[in-house]
């Protein structure tokens, strides 16, 4: 009969190149067992049995890779997605919005448009808040000024 020990340990020594975890490796191992009780006839050639089982460990190998790179979410090139991260981001943005709050009127209206409404020209934002167009950039340089003042006196740079 076949030694189960030695044919297993051939498998899984093929398996090395795929660079799976030991645990992974294992099951894909004693699935393509499986997969030879489940389908009769599967093996028509005892003597390459070797064979038939490596094949059949690296399709489910293969199979395997193939759905955990799917599966596996892939964050934005600098965007860190950790917890942690995630805290901090809303912290920020908290204080972000508590700092706009605290801006004059027109300030904190011009803010909102430009956060909330990126696709509106100078000439749109200038009709939005009932100035000239020219007067718009003016009025972003001095309220993003107002801005970045608050928020590095409340710690953040």
Do not use: F
């Amino acid at each position: 009969m076949w030694d189960v020990n030695a044919v297993s340990a051939a498998v899984l020594k093929a398996l090395k190149t795929y660079r799976l975890s030991e645990a992974d490796a294992k099951d894909i191992c004693q699935d393509a067992w499986l997969e030879l009780l489940r389908v009769p006839g599967a093996l028509r050639d005892e003597a390459k049995l070797g064979a038939w089982l490596t094949t059949t460990a690296r399709r489910r190998a293969l199979r395997m890779i193939t759905r955990n790179r799917r599966e596996t979410p892939r964050p934005l090139p600098g965007a860190e997605t950790t917890p942690e991260a995630e805290v901090v981001r809303a912290e920020r943005d908290r204080a972000l919005w508590a700092a706009v709050d605290l801006l004059p009127d027109a300030h904190r209206r011009l803010v909102r448009l430009l956060a909330h409404r990126p696709e509106l020209s100078y000439a749109q934002i200038a009709g939005e808040l009932g100035i000239s167009p020219a007067s718009v950039g003016r009025l972003r340089r001095r309220c993003l000024d107002r801005l970045r003042r608050s928020l590095e006196k409340g710690g953040w740079a």
